[in-house]
């Protein structure tokens, strides 16, 4: 089963909302997003890091259509399956985005353009 959703990871999140090249493409299907909770929390952490106010974001993001999903039991074991087929490069982030497009069907979107070598059985979008 495929969805015509994109499982947006922190990175690509982040590139729109700061205006980073690639950012417009994010906008684009900002409506069709999902992010993981742990993604979720990616994005909130980077962005206060670098003094951002984000009271009001998630809101803000479910207006257009983004929708935060939760980072269960499924997406968990398919997280660590990730690292023990080889990705031990990854960071537990990056390996709940990926886990979260793998186990519902999506194309995964991100600027961390290493993915687009991976083998994971994921269609992976690069927006720079």
Not at 61 to 87: Q, T
């Amino acid at each position: 089963m495929t969805d015509d959703r994109y499982v947006v990871d922190a990175s690509a999140l982040l590139a729109m909302l700061v205006g980073e090249p690639g950012g417009d493409a994010v906008a684009t299907l900002l409506s069709l997003a999902l992010v993981s909770a742990v993604n979720w929390s990616e994005v909130l952490q980077k962005a206060r890091q670098h003094g951002a106010d984000v009271a009001g974001l998630r809101e803000d993001l479910e207006s257009v259509g983004m929708e935060l999903v939760p980072f269960g039991a499924s997406e968990a074991a398919v997280a660590a399956d990730i690292w023990h087929r080889g990705s031990r490069n990854l960071a537990l982030a990056d390996r709940a985005c990926l886990a979260t497009a793998m186990t519902r069907g999506c194309t995964v979107v991100t600027a961390d353009r290493a993915w687009s070598r991976l083998d994971l059985g994921v269609s992976v979008e690069v927006i720079r």
